[in-house]
Structure formats: C-alpha cells, structure tokens
C-alpha cells in the first residue's frame, strides 16, 4: 500500500519522498506513530498513517490517533487511509482541552468527483 499508493501519490503532488526532512518516514509517537510524516521548513505539517487494505479506516481510530499525536505537539493534521477509504482530521491543543474533528472522508470506489474537485 505504501509503495503502491502513497508514495506515488506524495510524488505527484510535488513531495520529495527521498527527502527524509519533507517525507519523514516510520515517526515515532510514544512507541508507535504513523508510517509517513510531512514536513514544511522543519515544521510537522500532516502524519499518514497507512493501514491494510482489508482493515476498517473509522472516524473514531483516526481522532484518537490525531489526539496521541497531538498531546506531544507533534502534529495538527492526520490522514488515515487503508487505499480505499482515507480520513483526514485536524486538531488542536489549548492548555489542557484537546479539540479535534475529521475535516475530510471520502472512499476511492465512492467519491471519485469529490476527490478530483478537492485536489484542484
């Protein structure tokens, strides 16, 4: 998924994936973290966490994930996909309240018109 999906995708959308300063791959997050993390002038921008393709990609997963992250200030943003369904969430840290809320849903065999309008 990572080899035949994502990085493709990164590298059409103008990332360097051989750049570990833009495309930090396998980031550590207390243990465990996503597989890809996208980095802008050294700031944490967006964590991709790729799953396999028969595994559920829920609204639930990707929030706590996000909520992990974001405790450390790490990240604001996290993409969860399985290649099929992708969530993206956002989230922020103000003292100790956590907010955070899925920005963007969409499945590859669903939502093809939404996926071409987002990306232009």
């Not at 080899?3 to 990332?15: H, I, K, M, S, T």
């Not at 597989?35 to 700031?43: A, Q, T």
């Not at 990240?75 to 969860?80: A, I, M």
Request: aromatic fraction near 8%; charge should be negative; glycine fraction near 6%.
């Amino acid at each position: 998924m990572r080899e035949n999906f994502v990085l493709p995708l990164l590298r059409a959308l103008g990332w360097d994936t051989d750049d570990p300063g833009e495309v930090y791959p396998e980031f550590n997050i207390n243990n465990s973290g996503p597989d890809y993390l996208l980095k802008v002038d050294g700031v944490s921008l967006l964590a991709i966490d790729v799953r396999n393709s028969q595994q559920d990609v829920t609204e639930a997963l990707v929030l706590n994930l996000l909520k992990r992250c974001t405790q450390n200030d790490q990240v604001k943003l996290y993409l969860l996909t399985n290649g099929r369904q992708s969530i993206l969430a956002g989230g922020v840290r103000e003292k100790s309240i956590f907010q955070c809320e899925v920005l963007w849903s969409f499945s590859i065999e669903d939502d093809n018109d939404k996926i071409v309008e987002f990306l232009r």
